[in-house]
C-alpha cells in the first residue's frame, strides 16, 4: 500500500539507492537494500545485488542485507527491523523476509514482471504463524524506478 513517507524513511531509502548504484556499477541489475533497528533507527546492515560479482544465484539485496543483519544481531529473528529496499521483493527474498519476521518493509518501485509483495504474489498476505509483514510502497518511487530503467537501456544498447 501506498504511504506518505517521513524525512527519515526517505534518508534509508537513499542510503538503499546508494548500494543499487555500486551493484549497477559492478554489473548487477541496480537493487539495494537497507535494514534498520526500527527503535533506534540504527542501521544495522546493507545489501545489493552481487549474482554477478559472486556467481550465486542468493546474491540479492535483501538476502545480503538479511543474512548481515543476523551475523550482525547474531539472531535470526529481525522482529524490531524495518528493510528499505529499492525494487518490491522476488519470492525468494518475500521467503526471507518472512522467515526472519521482519515486521516493516519500505519499497521504492513495484515489479510487474517478478514482485511477490502485492504485483505479482502477494506473499506477506500468506498466513503465517506469528508472523504481520507490513509493506509501504513507493518511497522515491521515481528514483528507484529510474536507476533500473537507465540500468536496462544501456545494456540494450551495447
Given amino acids: 500500500m501506498s504511504h506518505a513517507f517521513t524525512k527519515a524513511d526517505e534518508a534509508f531509502m537513499a542510503m538503499a539507492l546508494e548500494e543499487a548504484r555500486q551493484a549497477g ?3 548487477d541489475v541496480p537493487v539495494g537494500a537497507v535494514l534498520i533497528k526500527t527503535s533506534t533507527g540504527e ?3 546493507r545489501g545489493r545485488n552481487t549474482r554477478e ?3 550465486s544465484a542468493l546474491g540479492h539485496a535483501e538476502i545480503n542485507a538479511i543474512s548481515n543483519a543476523c551475523a550482525a544481531l547474531n539472531s535470526w529473528r529481525l522482529e524490531d527491523c ?5 525494487l518490491e521483493p522476488c519470492p525468494m527474498c518475500a521467503g526471507a523476509i518472512l522467515h526472519a519476521r521482519i515486521p ?4 521504492g518501485a513495484m515489479d510487474p514482471v ?3 509483495m502485492g504485483s505479482v504474489w502477494a506473499l506477506h498476505r500468506h ?3 506469528n ?3 507490513r509493506l509501504e510502497t513507493g518511497c522515491l518511487e521515481e528514483a528507484c524506478g529510474e536507476i533500473l530503467r537507465e540500468f536496462f537501456r544501456s545494456r540494450r544498447e551495447e
Fill in 82 to 86: 524495518t528493510l528499505y529496499v529499492t
Fill in 104 to 107: 516493516r518493509i519500505v519499497c
Fill in 25 to 27: 556499477a559492478d554489473g
Fill in 131 to 133: 508472523q504481520h509483514t
Fill in 43 to 45: 542501521v544495522i546492515s
Fill in 114 to 116: 517478478a514482485g511477490a
Fill in 127 to 129: 498466513p503465517v504463524e
Fill in 53 to 55: 560479482v559472486m556467481r
